[in-house]
Each structure stands twice: as C-alpha cells, then as structure tokens.
C-alpha cells in the first residue's frame, strides 16, 4: 500500500487551538474526524492514519512547536519509510487570501519558521507543501498577534467549507498525484 505523510503545522496546547497559525492541525484534524480516525500521542507527535482507495494517509501534529518541526518529520518520514515526495506540509500563508489553497512542489521558507526549521532538517527545500491563506489583515507591527489571534466570525463561519475542500486536496494529492492537483486546486 503507499503510503503518504501529512504534516500539518501548529503549535500544542489549547491556548493556540483556535488560532490562524494552527490551521495545519485543523486541517489534519478535520481530514481525520471525516474517516472516522482518532490521533494518538506518540514519539514528537499526535498521529492518525487513514486507508482511502489502496493508500495510506498517516496524518502527523508534531508536538515540537512549529518552530522545531522538522525533527518530527524527518522522524516520522524515516520511521514510516516514506519517500520525499510522498509528503505534504500544510501551514498558514500570510499573502494568501483567506482559505485560499496554494499549493507547490519546493520553495522557500517565506520567512515561515515551521517551514525554515524543515528544510534544515531535511537538507532540501524540494518537498510538497500545502499553504493554506490566513490574509494579512492586521495593522503595522501586529503580525504576530494576527497569527496567534483567533478566526473572527466571518472566517469561522467559512471554515468547514474551506477545511473540506483541503481534504478534497490532500486525498487527491494521494491519488492523483502532485501536478494534477496543485492545478485541480490552487487558487480554489
């Protein structure tokens, strides 16, 4: 059976739950409770896994903090034996529209530490990652609080519909392939 890993980003503990940066476990999360999967502490993180269409969808929350997140996934990656392109890093994008989906096959950090921390840990910015747009709604010096900050009304509202159609993403990925879905997808 293949076998993909799916890493969403965020930060544990409940202070951060709700929070735009935490999107990555959202979307893991979602995907999981949808194939009726339930996430298990284990060694650097939470983990599921779910079966669709003769392939195996092993869902990861590193509990590493998103800054020290490539240690989980070069774990998980060696321990599963999964090959490079077989995983996805799902984060928040800052110059993305809200629940806009982009999606790519390698690039830079974009000044994202989860992704920075990646990269050094895999010695290469050639893997697929899934960047989920939380906008840029804050004013100047206030970065960080908009990050940390909870959805407002209007976006937790339009969650459900977004998080379904990064699912649809994230299992055509596996089924599909990279290209087919990055052109399925982004933009959407």
């Not at 194939?35 to 590193?62: M, V, Y």
């Not at 290469?124 to 900050?149: A, M």
Request: with cysteine.
């Amino acid at each position: 059976m293949k076998k993909f890993l799916i890493i969403g980003l965020g930060n544990i503990g409940t202070e951060y739950e709700n929070t735009r940066h935490n999107i990555g476990f959202k979307v893991v999360e979602y995907l999981a409770s949808r194939n009726d999967a339930t996430f298990e502490t284990q060694k650097l993180g939470a983990i599921a896994t779910i079966k669709h269409k003769g392939r195996s969808f092993i869902l990861l929350k590193p509990s590493t903090y998103m800054n020290l997140s490539g240690k989980a996934v070069k774990y998980w990656m060696e321990k599963e034996n999964i090959p490079l392109e077989n995983i996805m890093v799902i984060t928040d994008d800052l110059n993305l529209p809200f629940g806009s989906i982009r999606i790519k096959t390698k690039g830079s950090d974009g000044g994202h530490n989860g992704l920075k921390d990646i990269q050094q840990q895999l010695g290469t910015t050639q893997y697929n990652r899934f960047r989920f747009g939380i906008s840029n709604e804050f004013s100047k010096g206030r970065q960080v609080d908009y990050v940390l900050g909870d959805w407002n009304t209007e976006e937790e509202q339009k969650l459900p519909e977004r998080l379904q159609k990064c699912s649809e993403a994230i299992l055509s990925f596996g089924l599909a392939g990279i290209n087919t879905t990055m052109n399925t997808f982004n933009g959407k």
